[in-house]
């Protein structure tokens, strides 16, 4: 794996420690933009396989305008398609999650789809002029399923999930995430802030010691971020013969049996590897934890995710899974309540800018990426109102003439 340092982070950031200025959290035009150029563009993590194990198992997800469903197929295959049925646009399924029999019948009229998304009956189909049934299917959407993770792209085109992954490939395939079954029930938190707040909290480890208690407690000094030249980023922290002072965390240590599947490098470490923009996989020896940031408007944005574990019946796996799920419901719980404070601080009139530290280096590969993508965040104050847009395509095409000539 080829790192990348503090420094050359920094330098790409023009020297500044900075960070992004306060109006950027604070713009629906923005926020409109980054939804349109960052999330519409990117991979979205949806699930896992065994979240819709049968036929006809779907499970949704809404992206500001956009909506998904996925769902699997006879044959076993997994399938996206947007959420909207081609009579009046409804969705096609009132839940977020469920199972059609025998076809996805619409709540509204009663359309009907097969899985693989063709049209298949019309209720009272004489009422309609003669219409050509495939040219009415669902729409089908991007839909990559990698180690059994299901990922979905709404519009836009670039490398796959494996290829955006490809430094992860060898240590995630240690962990056989494929045969891995749904653990406990999937959370969310819903925010009513900008996205950026929570990716920003996230993308670092200097604030474990003190906003951590407890995960600091389990791994100690040993917690590091590290980002990679391809932009990925992986953090670990490892509890081999740790004396841990917490009773949650020693009760974890102690419980937690051999990993036996797992080398044994990997049998005391808890691994976060984070995708731009907002896809996070935790590897933990017990079990695994993926996560996704997204926008859902303005001033709205939701963190969402699950657990999966591979079937282990020793009563001490169990145990260390469930302390497990009380840690990291902890560490949610804090990380929720530090966004906040981020994000009030970001709309007092006495913020000013903030100052990054090497160990914040992740934060900085996460805003240089997005400068790169949206230039006009890189302004100390935010274009005109209805401007934003035409700013950044003025600053897009300055750079392309630069780096042109
Ligand atoms: S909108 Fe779906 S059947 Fe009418
Ligand atoms: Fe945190």
Same mark, same amino acid.
């Given at each position: 794996?080829?790192?990348?340092?503090?420094?050359?982070?920094?330098?790409?950031?023009?020297?500044k420690?900075?960070?992004?200025?306060? =109006?950027?959290?604070?713009?629906?035009?923005?926020?409109?933009?980054?939804?349109?150029?960052?999330?519409?563009?990117? =991979?979205?993590?949806?699930?896992?396989?065994s979240?819709i194990?049968?036929?006809?198992?779907?499970?949704?997800? !809404?992206?500001?305008?956009?909506?998904? #469903?996925?769902?699997?197929?006879?044959?076993?295959? +997994?399938?996206?398609?947007?959420?909207? *049925?081609?009579?009046?646009?409804?969705? +096609?399924?009132?839940?977020?999650?469920? $199972?059609?029999?025998?076809?996805?019948v619409?709540?509204? $009229?009663?359309?009907?789809?097969? &899985?693989?998304?063709?049209?298949?009956? #019309?209720?009272?189909?004489?009422?309609?002029?003669?219409?050509?049934?495939?040219?009415?299917?669902?729409?089908?959407?991007? *839909?990559?399923v990698?180690?059994?993770?299901? &990922?979905?792209?709404?519009?836009?085109?670039?490398?796959?999930?494996?290829?955006?992954?490809?430094?992860?490939?060898?240590?995630?395939s240690?962990?056989?995430?494929?045969?891995?079954?749904?653990?406990d029930?999937? =959370?969310?938190?819903?925010? !009513?802030?900008?996205?950026?707040s929570?990716?920003?909290i996230?993308?670092?480890?200097?604030?474990?010691?003190?906003? $951590?208690?407890?995960? &600091?407690?389990?791994?100690? /000094?040993?917690?590091? !971020?590290?980002?990679?030249?391809?932009?990925?980023?992986?953090?670990?922290?490892?509890?081999?013969?740790?004396?841990?002072?917490?009773?949650? #965390?020693?009760?974890?240590? /102690?419980?937690?049996?051999?990993?036996?599947?797992?080398?044994?490098s $990997?049998?005391?470490? =808890?691994i976060?590897?984070?995708?731009?923009?907002?896809? +996070?996989?935790?590897?933990?020896?017990?079990?695994?934890?993926v996560? @996704?940031?997204?926008?859902?408007?303005?001033?709205?944005?939701?963190?969402?995710?699950?657990?999966?574990?591979?079937?282990?019946?020793?009563?001490?796996?169990?145990?260390a899974?469930?302390?497990?799920?009380?840690?990291?419901?902890? +560490?949610?719980?804090?990380?929720?309540?530090?966004?906040?404070?981020?994000?009030?601080? @970001?709309?007092?009139?006495? &913020?000013?800018?903030?100052?990054? /530290?090497?160990?914040?280096?992740g934060? *900085?590969?996460?805003q240089?990426?997005?400068?790169?993508? #949206?230039?006009?965040?890189?302004?100390?104050?935010?274009?005109?109102?209805?401007?934003?847009?035409?700013?950044?395509?003025?600053?897009?095409?300055?750079?392309?003439?630069t780096?042109?000539?």
């Open positions: 794996m080829q790192f990348t340092t503090a420094a050359a982070l920094y330098e790409k950031a023009g020297g420690r900075n960070g992004l200025p306060a =109006w950027t959290y604070n713009n629906a035009e923005l926020t409109e933009l980054e939804t349109e150029q960052v999330f519409l563009r990117n =991979w979205i993590w949806v699930g896992h396989i979240d194990p049968e036929a006809g198992d779907f499970q949704c997800i !809404d992206l500001a305008n956009e909506r998904a #469903i996925v769902i699997r197929g006879e044959a076993g295959e +997994v399938r996206a398609f947007h959420n909207l *049925c081609r009579h009046r646009g409804s969705r +096609v399924v009132s839940q977020n999650k469920g $199972h059609c029999d025998k076809a996805i619409c709540p509204f $009229h009663g359309w009907s789809y097969h &899985f693989d998304g063709a049209l298949k009956n #019309i209720p009272r189909a004489r009422s309609f002029p003669e219409i050509d049934k495939a040219k009415y299917g669902l729409k089908a959407l991007d *839909c990559e990698w180690h059994g993770l299901i &990922f979905v792209r709404f519009c836009g085109e670039g490398v796959s999930i494996a290829e955006s992954f490809a430094e992860a490939e060898e240590e995630i240690l962990y056989n995430l494929t045969d891995m079954k749904t653990y029930e999937p =959370w969310r938190f819903d925010f !009513d802030l900008d996205w950026k929570v990716i920003d996230d993308n670092e480890g200097y604030h474990v010691p003190v906003g $951590h208690p407890q995960l &600091f407690d389990l791994t100690g /000094s040993s917690y590091k !971020d590290q980002v990679l030249e391809s932009g990925i980023a992986r953090s670990y922290g490892s509890f081999e013969n740790r004396q841990a002072k917490t009773p949650l #965390i020693q009760n974890y240590i /102690s419980a937690l049996p051999e990993s036996n599947y797992l080398p044994e $990997h049998r005391h470490l =808890w976060y590897w984070g995708l731009f923009p907002g896809i +996070v996989i935790t590897l933990f020896p017990d079990m695994i934890e996560y @996704q940031v997204y926008p859902t408007g303005y001033h709205k944005s939701v963190m969402a995710g699950a657990c999966y574990a591979l079937p282990d019946a020793r009563a001490e796996m169990e145990s899974r469930q302390y497990n799920r009380e840690i990291n419901m902890g +560490v949610g719980e804090e990380d929720v309540q530090l966004v906040k404070w981020a994000a009030e601080g @970001q709309r007092s009139s006495a &913020f000013d800018q903030v100052l990054l /530290s090497d160990l914040e280096l934060v *900085c590969a996460f240089n990426r997005l400068r790169e993508l #949206i230039p006009v965040v890189a302004l100390d104050t935010a274009p005109e109102t209805g401007s934003l847009k035409s700013a950044n395509q003025k600053m897009i095409k300055i750079r392309n003439l780096s042109a000539a």
